[in-house]
């Protein structure tokens, strides 16, 4: 199987894990699907406008943000990444710190852990590279000895050779003289230096070390892919607490409508105007009204510390968003455009590309196996008795050896037939990404259309619905409408709220959903064009 790729091809600008693109939303308990609007002729999207109308912005909650990076330090968890608190107090919250988006990815690309794994790993490939191409250098290694031996067996033979000696006669002994005795003691030193080199290798080393770069690029597509996806689940999180936030305004907002509704339907029932089947439509309605209150609350609180698990912040710090909801940009590349650049910048394609040279090169080197090897060694010695008076000696040793498998049992082509299958696998993998991201930027480009279409239109829903419920409370209030057309007309300017803020934060998320299986674009797209 060829697979062609040419160099330069890719150009992320930063990396993280695939992800899927949401199609529902879950707003107040209510699942709302988002409907895929195609269109015949593909056409840059522009931000939602009405009759000039600007978009009407929904203020944040949270507070200001922090003006400066400094600020954020104090944001950071506990140095010792070991550290781990055991007592009530070391993890009560007592810090309620407002973020903008852009401040929550620089915090994340500060603490964020799993980013931190795979830096470590980046640093492990480019170590083990070193390693690699440690074998184009030889290897020097220098030995050196000193000792000090008596020897008991020398002081026994002397022992015996005197032996011999004191039982010679008188006159012997004389014209002999002394016994030669052997020097029972010694102290040799010796060192030596030696030199190899592995010569030839049948293409192992040179694909060991071209194994070991790919793993580097390997490493370092995925640290961009994670910066990538890091973004990405960032401004998610974000925008779930911007979307928690606002469900909570509107549940407060509900929830004081029903109060209205509640205290004129019982002025309307002391006046003999009403009646108490009334007031109990509107007690139930508020109650209603309450829960789903309740229930904005724990999805914020949620929302929240989802973030801030994401962040790694410190275990003593809520946070909150200080952006407002509004459509943060517009995006100017048609589908196709959109496609074509996301099959020239996503990183998963680079490294899939990447890990088939991987095996590639270890296939090279199983079979390396079978083939000659040759080195080459040198080494010189030194050596000396300190006891004795003899002078110090030198010498030298040259080789040279070659070596050749001629029977492993198959071992080693298996080893490239695992390679093979290996780089077979990447192959596959390579098609299944290039699938799965033209149906990514498809899915989030379709969503992003209908977004645009929802907003204008619930946008004109919010206003009808305003109009509808102060129509319906006049009428209500004059005795010619009843207390259920009050409840209706709540429970549609609820809906209508809702849905205007679905279409909001699905238009977002499917920008940032762009950004990120495009790849490589900024933050907030004002006028984003296609690259020649």
């Known amino acids: 199987m060829n697979l062609h790729w040419k160099p330069g091809l890719f150009n992320p600008v930063t990396r993280g894990l695939l992800g899927s693109f949401g199609l529902t939303t879950v707003f107040a308990g209510l699942v709302m699907p988002v409907t895929l609007a195609q269109t015949n002729t593909p056409m840059p999207l522009q931000p939602p406008q009405s009759n000039g109308a600007a978009f009407p912005n929904l203020p944040a909650t949270g507070g200001p943000a922090p003006t400066s990076s400094g600020e954020l330090v104090r944001l950071n968890p506990s140095p010792d990444p070991l550290y781990l608190p055991t007592r009530p107090e070391e993890v009560k919250i007592d810090l309620n710190q407002p973020l903008s988006l852009a401040q929550s990815v620089e915090v994340a690309r500060r603490n964020n852990p799993q980013l931190q794994v795979i830096e470590q790993q980046l640093r492990q490939s480019r170590a083990s590279l070193r390693q690699s191409e440690a074998a184009l250098y030889p290897n020097l290694s220098f030995a050196t000895s000193v000792g000090a031996n008596d020897s008991a067996l020398l002081k026994i033979s002397n022992q015996e050779i005197q032996n011999q000696f004191n039982n010679l006669p008188p006159l012997q002994q004389f014209l002999q003289g002394r016994p030669n005795t052997i020097n029972t003691f010694s102290a040799p030193a010796s060192a030596s230096l030696q030199l190899s080199y592995n010569v030839f290798t049948s293409g192992q080393r040179d694909g060991s070390i071209k194994a070991a770069q790919e793993q580097v690029r390997n490493a370092e597509l995925d640290l961009q892919r994670q910066l990538e996806q890091l973004r990405f689940d960032v401004t998610n999180n974000y925008y779930d607490i911007q979307q928690a936030d606002a469900l909570v305004r509107i549940a407060q907002a509900a929830v004081e409508n029903s109060r209205i509704s509640l205290r004129d339907a019982v002025a309307r029932e002391k006046a003999g105007l009403g009646t108490v089947f009334e007031v109990l439509q509107a007690e139930v309605q508020l109650a209603n009204n309450q829960q789903q209150l309740i229930q904005a609350q724990s999805q914020q609180s949620t929302a929240r510390r989802q973030l801030a698990q994401t962040l790694n912040v410190a275990n003593t710090v809520n946070l909150s968003a200080a952006d407002p909801i509004q459509v943060i940009g517009e995006w100017q590349l048609s589908l196709e455009q959109s496609i074509a ?29 079978l083939g000659p090897q040759i080195s080459i060694s040198a080494t010189g010695n030194g050596a000396d008795d300190l006891a004795d008076s003899s002078d110090p000696q030198v010498g030298y040793a040259v080789n040279g050896q070659l070596s050749l498998v001629l029977f492993d049992g198959g071992a080693s082509k298996a080893s490239a037939a695992q390679q093979e299958a290996s780089a077979a696998i990447a192959e596959a993998q390579f098609a299944n990404f290039r699938n799965l991201i033209r149906f990514q930027i498809e899915q989030a480009y379709y969503t992003l259309q209908s977004s645009d279409q929802n907003i204008r239109t619930n946008r004109v829903a919010v206003q009808q619905a305003t109009e509808g419920l102060r129509l319906a409370r006049l009428r209500f209030q004059a005795g010619v409408g009843t207390q259920l057309e009050v409840s209706n007309a709540e429970t549609s300017l609820t809906q209508s709220q809702s849905n205007l803020l679905s279409a909001t934060v699905d238009y977002n998320r499917a920008i940032s959903a762009l950004q990120r299986y495009v790849s490589g674009l900024p933050l907030n797209p004002r006028n984003i064009t296609a690259t020649p």
Do not use: K
């Not at 996301?342 to 095996?359: C, H, K, P, T, Y």
């Open 341 to 369: 650049l996301g099959f020239r910048n996503r990183v998963e394609l680079a490294q899939q590309i990447s890990q088939r040279n991987v095996a590639l090169q270890q296939r090279r080197v199983a079979l390396g196996n």
